[in-house]
């Protein structure tokens, strides 16, 4: 099984791009991993946060394939300690599924539609980070994830 990220926008933050190579790096050695950005919507100027959402749901949705299982990283998702998420790491990568998906949206959330795809939704933390610093906080978080479920000393 694969397991993607899918997010909104690029990484312009140095210090966050380079986390994020350096921990895919890492989870690459343990998981069919690669990560996928959605070009930011342009000219948003004009356009309500709904119409954003909208557009941005719409290329979300092109992305996910039949097969694939649908994780929103979303304020309103189920919290989970590091090994609570090894756990349901452990027991998602062995469900029967082509992909796994973990979808970080743009500033304002998640379209209706990308919600109806959606199998389930996880929350990082009940705090607000930078949808740059959740990239960073996830992949550390599902490295720390499958180097747990290998018995490694990476989580003390």
Excluded: N
């Excluded at 949808?131 to 978080?141: K, P, S």
């Amino acid at each position: 099984m694969k397991v993607v990220l899918l997010v909104v926008g690029k990484t312009d933050l140095k210090y966050c791009s380079d986390a994020l190579d350096d921990y895919q790096g890492r989870i690459k050695h343990y998981l069919r991993f690669d990560t996928k950005v959605i070009p930011d919507i342009k000219k948003t100027g004009s356009m309500t946060e709904l119409q954003q959402k909208e557009l941005e749901g719409q290329q979300i949705c092109k992305f996910l394939e039949p097969g694939d299982w649908c994780i929103l990283l979303d304020e309103r998702g189920k919290e989970f300690t590091s090994m609570q998420f090894a756990a349901y790491l452990e027991k998602r990568l062995q469900a029967a599924v082509k992909r796994l998906v973990f979808v970080i949206g743009g500033p304002f959330g998640f379209s209706d539609e990308v919600y109806t795809y959606a199998g389930e939704q996880i929350a990082i933390s009940k705090m607000t980070f930078s949808h740059q610093m959740v990239r960073m906080i996830f992949l550390e978080q599902v490295y720390r994830a499958v180097t747990i479920l290998r018995g490694e000393k990476y989580h003390h």
